[in-house]
């Protein structure tokens, strides 16, 4: 195991899922539910089943597909996903 990997990976996840809107509907859950230790384990499934799902395409795209040109693809549809929102009317 590559704990360098482990602790980046760790990390990114953290920073990118802090204050997004999956925390701010599980505060709100928990506020609505009652039922804090339920929806913590309803959310620990669920981005255990995202992250699991990305990991495996990101294995199978890679067989088939160069990483280089997997990251910049990524890197453009970030962009365009900005721009799209960034313009949309609201």
Known sequence: MSWRVLFSTFGLVFLAELGDKTQLMTISLVSKTKAPWSVLAGGCLALCVVTALG??????????????YLQKGAAILFIGIGVVMLFAKR
Do not use: S
């Not at 495996?56 to 990483?67: C, D, N, Y």
């Open 55 to 68: 990991v495996l395409a990101g294995e199978l795209l890679t067989r088939v597909i160069p990483a280089a």
